[in-house]
């Protein structure tokens, strides 16, 4: 069995990666796809709702970051978001499909 410790940093990892926005298109979406398969993944291995929350931030402060880091990057987590909030069997979705309607919209703009 996998630690939390283990999937928080993993995916940590894979959204720093991809804020760095550095590599082609086809291995970005891999790394976007990764992502939302490992951290749906880990959502539904979660022993606590604090984990799950901890693990969920992880694409929002990524995507909070790509504003001043590299603003490219922001999609990227716009799709691990929009997926992972589509997803009805994860704990509090109700709450994480409104905060996802809310913070993403604008970005539609």
Known sequence: RVSFSFRLEYIRRVCQDLLKHN????VRYM??????IFLYASLLRCNSTVEQKQLIE???????QSVSVRIGAAPSFINIITHLALRGDIEDHENLLERTLLEVEPWSR
């Not at 992880?58 to 909070?64: M, N, Q, S, T």
């Open 58 to 64: 992880v694409p929002w402060k990524a995507l909070e």
């Open 23 to 26: 590599a082609q298109t086809s």
């Open 31 to 36: 790394k976007e796809w990764t992502a939302i």
